[in-house]
């Protein structure tokens, strides 16, 4: 659509960039936390149009990269079972224990197939009805009402041998974790468009009420990036502190309530386990009691065992902004996107990934 | 694979719509989606799932924004 393209107009991009120089005064230290803003601002050449003084920092946004160890040996767990995988092709070359990952284990046998939507998963129970077939939930709030409805869909429609391995994450939580930490040292953030296309402005609130820390929901083009920044920009000037939509061509203020009453419908709320960061309160998703039938924990009687975290890797600090990709002692000689050691580097989305492939 | 992206409604069928993007085609699934579709509408695909119904009034207003502000004049 030509209206949609004014959002990576070139002239518009140097007014705002000009602007953004002009009125900063001091250093502004953003974090993102969605996967698609990180390649975003390095791809656009956003990152490196910005002064020394913005500093972008990319936080735990790519639901491969926080995928805990533990989840990811359950995948690998769940390979060894008589069952069907089915997948988002993002988790295949992500390391578990001993490096195993799940192309491996598919070149060893283990029946893995990747598809596009949960819902392609569902057609392939539908067609193998002899096969026990499990979908990989993984994901934020973006992902975790598509599979929802797919759960549904499945009740409805009758299958008994489709089930999903859930372990969708929720932003805020992770946002109220992050702040929480001292060591952090971030000034505002950018909040992910799509996660808050689902669940609006309000769950954002507490980051300016409770700690005083601007935020933007902000789409994906180089305009609406540096609309966000600008407005971080004027924000400080002001002397205010809020959390502002501005993706209003896709993000209401209220989020989506059909997608949020599907989600409920299906998922309550449950401690999590993050890479890097550990146990955060509420910040994921279970399969409800009355769908227990789809979840594939109960199924298969799968368990969260303690793994030992990858030796050398440093996700856990970056993705909490604290070391950049690159100061990792691994970066780019024994982690590669081609040999990657941890899911930073192995996700497109992962700040190990862009760094690797767009700093210069 | 948290892509999400602006695609053209070709198609309504039921619980399904017919979606493209530059000449690329695939339907996708209304279920968790809030509003009801016209043809010509875009919508925000993930994951085989239309999320949100793009609001072409509030692209229109944000660019109109830019456009005094900065004063640039868009095409
Ligand atoms: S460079 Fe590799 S080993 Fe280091 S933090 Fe990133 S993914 Fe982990």
């Known amino acids: ?360 | 694979m948290c892509l999400a992206v602006p695609m053209e409604v070709v198609k309504i069928d039921g619980k399904t719509a017919e979606v493209q993007i530059a000449g690329t085609y695939q339907n996708v699934r209304l279920d968790v989606l809030p509003e009801t579709l016209e043809v010509g509408d875009f919508v925000i695909v993930h994951a085989g799932f239309a999320l949100t119904r793009l609001d072409r009034e509030e692209a229109i207003a944000t660019l109109k924004l830019f456009e005094e502000g900065l004063n640039i004049a868009l095409t």
């Open chain 1, 1 to 360: 659509m030509r209206l949609l393209d004014n959002f990576k107009d070139p002239q518009l991009c140097k007014a705002l960039l000009e602007r953004i120089h002009s009125e900063l005064d001091g250093e502004l230290r953003f974090m993102e936390v969605c996967g698609t803003h990180t390649v975003s601002i390095f791809r656009s050449g956003v990152r490196s149009l910005l002064s020394d003084k913005v500093v972008h920092l990319s936080g735990p946004g790519c639901p491969v990269c926080v995928t805990h160890d533990s989840e990811v040996a359950a995948f690998l767990d769940l390979a060894g079972r008589d069952a069907v995988i089915t997948t988002f092709g993002d988790l295949m070359r992500v390391p578990g224990p001993d490096r195993k990952t799940l192309k491996g284990a598919q070149a060893e046998g283990a029946r893995v197939k990747v598809v596009y939507s949960p819902f392609d998963a569902l057609k392939i129970a539908q067609d193998n009805p002899g096969d026990k077939v499990v979908f990989l939930g993984v994901g934020f709030e973006t992902t975790a009402p598509a599979i929802a409805a797919t759960v549904k869909a499945a009740r409805e429609e009758g299958v008994t041998n489709f089930s999903v391995l859930c372990f969708h994450k929720l932003v805020p939580p992770a946002l109220e974790a992050l702040v929480g930490d001292p060591e952090l040292r971030v000034q505002a953030f950018l909040l992910p468009g799509h996660v808050s296309a689902i669940i609006g402005v309000e769950p954002y609130r507490f980051l300016a009420r409770k700690h005083g820390l601007p935020a933007v929901i902000a789409g994906f083009e180089p305009v609406d990036i540096l609309q966000a920044l600008h407005l971080f920009v004027t924000m400080r000037k002001q002397g205010c502190v809020d959390v502002v939509n501005a993706y209003t061509r896709v993000v209401s203020d209220t989020g989506n309530p059909k997608a949020m009453s599907v989600m409920d419908e299906v998922f309550a709320p449950c401690d999590a386990l993050w890479r890097g960061i550990g146990m955060i309160p509420n910040s994921g998703l279970a399969v409800r009691e009355e769908f227990a039938a789809f979840d594939a924990m109960r199924v298969f009687g799968l368990t969260l065992r303690d793994v030992p975290a990858i030796k050398g890797c440093r996700c856990g600090d970056v993705l909490k902004g604290k070391l950049s990709p690159n100061k990792c002692p691994l970066f780019g000689k024994a982690c590669t996107p081609a040999a990657p050691v941890g899911p930073c580097m192995v996700s497109t989305e992962g700040s190990c990934a862009a760094y690797y492939k767009y700093h210069v």
